[in-house]
């Protein structure tokens, strides 16, 4: 089973999220946002890109693979030295 389509639906101040499977499984989630409903959707268009081909019962693999690739930012450069 792999995740073929995710979809993302506004009412009112809630976001739905519906995930398909390859054999026609769907699971459907909410969530709400807090004042940009349309930036909401891109984020969730940006995690399809990385849901899309992969075992949707692996909940807590994906749930950990979007919150490292998206919360941990790299470490800052180290500052040019005065000479």
Same mark, same amino acid.
Request: aromatic share 18%.
């Given at each position: 089973m792999r995740i073929e389509k995710i979809e993302s639906f506004?009412?009112? %101040?809630?976001?739905?999220?519906r995930v398909t499977a390859?054999?026609? %499984?769907?699971?459907?989630? @909410?969530? %709400?946002?807090?004042?940009?409903?349309?930036?909401? @959707?891109e984020v969730i268009k940006s995690f399809a890109n990385d849901l899309i081909g992969q075992d949707p019962r692996r909940i807590e693999h994906l749930w950990n693979c979007l919150y490292r690739k998206y919360s941990f930012r790299e470490p800052p450069s180290p500052a040019p030295s005065a000479q």
């Open positions: 506004i009412a009112d %101040t809630f976001v739905f999220v390859d054999d026609g %499984t769907q699971g459907i989630g @909410e969530s %709400t946002y807090w004042c940009f409903p349309l930036a909401s @959707e």
